[in-house]
C-alpha cells in the first residue's frame, strides 16, 4: 500500500490549497480592492439614506432631495462597478485554481507506480478529479469573496449599529453571538457528511467505470439488468447520504434566519419607541434597519458559505491524500546513464513478491542473464512468473531482494524515463487510443514522420488495412480502439514498439490475436525487427518460439530449464507436456500427464500479471 503523507487536523485543509493561489496574488490582490471597495459603498448607502430623510425630505428643499439621490446613484455607480471587477477577478481565480489542481493531481497520479492501482479504483480517482475539483472551485471562484465581502458588512455593520444606536447595538451583537454557535457545531457536521457523500459518489462511479469498460461480457453474460441494479443502488446510497448532508445545511440556515430576524424584529420593535419618544430621528431608525438588514443578511450568507467551505474541505482531504500518496519506486539521487551498445540484461538471484499477494514469492531467488542481441523465449504454466520480470525489468514494482542490471548497470540507479526510453513493449492486450492510427504509433516517438510510421505499418503487417481505413492513417480509431479488431489493434501495437526502435524488446504474446495468415506475417517482422536487439518473448503458443536463440522454461518462480526446442523435448518434462498439450505426439505419456489439466498448466488467453 503506497504511504500518505498525515493530513491536517486542525488546521482546515483548505490551507493546504496555498501553493496554488500564490502565484496569483497580483490577481487577488485586485479582487480583494475590488471587495473592499463594494462593501465600502454598500455600508456607505445607509447614510445616504439618512441625510435624505433627515435633510432632504425634512427641509422640503427639492435641491437637497436632488443632490442626496445623485449621491446614492454615485454610490450605486461605485458599488455596481466594484462587483463587476470581483466577480471577473475570483471567476478567473477559481477556473485557474481548479485548472492547475487538476493538472498537478493528474500528473502526481500518472507518475505513481501500479501498485497504487491495485488499492484504487479508477473510478474512484477520476471522480476527485472532477467533482471534488468542482467543489474547490465553487469555493474559490464564488464562496471565498461571498464569504469575505460578508466578513466585512458585517463588521462593518457592527461598527456602524454601534456608531448609531449603542443602545440598540448591543441587542443585535448579543443575538449574533448566539447564532454562531449553530454555525460552527452544525458546521462541524456539514463537513463530516459532504465527505461521506462525496465518497459515496465516487463509488458509484468507479462501479459505473468498471462495468462499461467490460460491456461485451456484461453484455454476453445478459447481466444488464444485475449492474444496472448494483449502479442504482450505489446511486441511492449516494442519495441518502446527500439527503443527509442537505437536512444538515437546511437545519443550519432555518437556526440561523430564525435567530436573525427575531433580534431584527425585536430591536426594530425597541427604535420604534424611541422614534415615538423622540430620542432618535426617523433617518437615524432607518440606517439603523438598514445595516441591521446588511448585517443580518451578511451572517446568512457566511452561514450559507460556511457549508460551502466545509464540503471544500472534505473535496481538499481526498485530493491532498491523492498529492500525499508517494509512489515506493523512486528516482535515484544521482542517475547513471545506460551505455549506448550492449544491452545486455541480468536478473541476479532476484525475489519478489507482489503487494497484494504477500506471502504468495511471484519469483524466487531468480537468475537469468540475458546476452546483448540474444532472443529469450519464456515459457510455463500460468503463474510462472513470466509477466512478472516483465514489469520488474520496466521498474513497476521493485524487488524485495536481489538486482536486474542492463549492461551492467543497476536498473535503481537508471531514472525511469531513461530506463523505459530504452524498452519497448507489445502487450497480449493491445493499448489503444481514441485518436487517429498515426497518433497510436507515433506514440511512442511523436517526431517520427509519416514515411517513418508507414515503413514501421509494413513491418507489422497492418499497412492494409490501414490504406482501407476511411482517412488512412489519419482515421479515428475510437475509445480503446473499438473499431479495430484484435488482430488490427494487435499489429498497430506492434508498429508503434517498432517505430520506437528500443534497443531491448519485451513482447508479452504479442501475436496471440492473429489469424494463421496474418501471424506467419507478424511473426516474421518481429523476427526481423529483434534482430539486431535483446529480445524477451512471452510465449503461449510455443509454435512462435522455436526459432529462439534460448527457450526458458519457468515454474513456481524459478528456473526449471533452458535451451532449443529439440533439447527440451528431450531434458524438460514440464516444457515436454506444454508442447504435447499443444502438438500432441508420444513424448506424453500417462504417467507424465498424471494430474495435469490444460487450463492450469497453458492459458492461452490469460492476462494474470503473475504469468
Not at 461605485?78 to 493531481?105: I, M, N, P
Not at 547513471?336 to 524466487?364: C, K, M, Q
Not at 524485495?400 to 523505459?420: F, M, N
Not at 508442447?579 to 489439466?597: H, R
Request: hydrophobic content about 50%.
Amino acid at each position: 500500500m503506497p504511504s500518505a503523507a498525515p493530513l491536517p487536523s486542525r488546521i482546515s485543509p483548505l490551507f493546504a490549497l496555498m501553493p496554488f493561489l500564490r502565484p496569483y496574488a497580483r490577481r487577488w490582490a485586485i479582487a480583494f480592492l475590488a471587495l473592499v471597495t463594494a462593501a465600502v459603498a454598500t455600508l456607505a448607502l445607509p447614510v445616504a439614506f439618512k441625510f435624505l430623510i433627515d435633510r432632504g425630505f425634512a427641509s422640503g428643499e427639492r435641491s437637497h432631495i436632488d443632490r442626496y439621490f445623485i449621491a446614492l446613484f454615485a454610490l450605486s455607480l461605485v458599488l455596481a462597478g466594484a462587483t463587476a471587477l470581483r466577480f471577473y477577478c475570483v471567476s478567473w481565480l477559481g477556473e485557474r485554481v481548479t485548472a492547475d489542481l487538476r493538472r498537478a493531481v493528474y500528473r502526481h497520479i500518472v507518475s505513481l507506480s501500479p501498485e497504487f492501482f491495485e488499492t484504487t479504483q479508477t473510478g474512484e480517482v477520476l471522480s476527485r478529479l472532477t467533482t471534488d475539483t468542482t467543489l474547490i472551485q465553487t469555493v474559490v471562484g464564488t464562496s471565498l469573496s461571498l464569504g469575505l465581502r460578508n466578513t466585512l458588512l458585517t463588521v462593518g455593520g457592527v461598527v456602524m449599529l454601534v456608531v448609531t444606536s449603542p443602545v440598540l447595538s448591543g441587542y443585535i451583537i448579543a443575538t449574533l453571538i448566539v447564532v454562531v454557535a449553530p454555525i460552527v457545531i452544525f458546521g462541524r457536521r456539514v463537513r463530516r457528511l459532504s465527505r461521506d457523500s462525496q465518497d459515496k459518489v465516487a463509488s458509484a462511479s468507479a462501479l459505473a467505470g468498471e462495468v462499461l469498460n467490460a460491456m461485451p461480457t456484461v453484455q454476453s453474460y445478459t447481466q444488464e439488468a444485475q449492474e444496472a441494479r448494483r449502479f442504482g443502488t450505489a446511486v441511492e446510497t449516494a442519495f441518502d447520504t446527500a439527503l443527509t448532508r442537505i437536512r444538515a445545511r437546511a437545519q443550519l440556515t432555518a437556526v440561523v434566519i430564525i435567530f436573525v430576524f427575531a433580534a431584527i424584529v425585536f430591536v426594530l420593535w425597541l427604535g420604534a419607541k424611541a422614534v415615538l419618544a423622540g430620542e432618535m430621528t426617523a433617518g437615524q431608525l432607518s440606517q439603523f434597519i438598514l445595516y441591521a438588514v446588511f448585517t443580518a443578511g451578511a451572517v446568512g450568507a457566511i452561514a450559507e458559505v460556511w457549508g460551502d467551505l466545509q464540503r471544500a474541505a472534505g473535496a481538499t482531504e481526498r485530493l491532498l491524500q491523492l498529492l500525499a500518496t508517494r509512489s515506493p519506486i523512486a528516482e535515484p539521487d544521482t542517475p547513471v546513464a545506460l551505455p549506448a551498445h550492449a544491452e545486455g540484461i541480468r536478473f541476479d538471484n532476484v525475489t519478489f513478491s507482489y503487494p497484494s499477494r504477500p506471502g504468495t514469492a511471484a519469483l524466487s531467488h531468480f537468475t537469468l542473464d540475458v546476452a546483448p542481441g540474444e532472443h529469450v523465449a519464456l515459457v510455463g504454466p500460468s503463474g510462472a512468473g513470466k509477466t512478472t520480470l516483465f514489469q520488474l525489468l520496466l521498474r513497476f514494482y521493485e524487488p524485495q531482494s536481489g538486482s536486474i542490471l542492463i549492461s551492467g548497470v543497476p536498473t535503481r540507479q537508471v531514472s525511469l524515463a531513461a530506463l523505459r526510453q530504452a524498452i519497448g513493449v507489445v502487450l497480449q492486450e493491445s493499448v489503444i487510443f481514441s485518436g487517429s492510427v498515426l497518433d497510436n504509433i507515433r506514440y511512442g516517438a511523436p517526431e517520427a514522420t509519416l514515411a517513418q510510421v508507414q515503413r514501421a505499418a509494413e513491418m507489422a503487417a497492418a499497412a492494409g488495412f490501414i490504406n482501407e481505413l476511411p482517412q488512412g492513417y489519419d482515421t479515428l480509431l475510437g475509445e480503446r480502439g473499438v473499431r479495430l479488431s484484435g488482430g488490427q489493434r494487435q499489429r498497430i501495437a506492434i508498429a508503434r514498439a517498432i517505430l520506437k526502435d528500443p534497443p531491448i524488446l519485451l513482447l508479452d504474446e504479442a501475436t496471440s490475436a492473429l489469424d494463421a495468415a496474418s501471424e506467419r506475417l507478424v511473426q516474421t517482422a518481429l523476427n526481423n525487427a529483434a534482430r539486431n536487439r535483446t529480445t524477451l518473448v512471452i510465449a503461449h503458443r510455443l509454435a512462435t518460439v522455436q526459432q529462439a536463440d534460448r527457450i526458458v522454461v519457468l515454474e513456481q518462480g524459478r528456473i526449471v530449464a533452458q535451451g532449443r526446442h529439440a533439447e527440451l523435448l528431450q531434458s524438460s518434462p514440464l516444457y515436454a507436456r506444454l508442447a504435447a498439450l499443444q502438438f500432441g505426439g508420444p513424448s506424453m505419456d500417462t504417467e507424465e500427464t498424471e494430474g495435469l489439466s490444460a487450463p492450469s498448466e497453458l492459458t492461452t488467453g490469460s492476462t494474470d500479471r503473475s504469468h
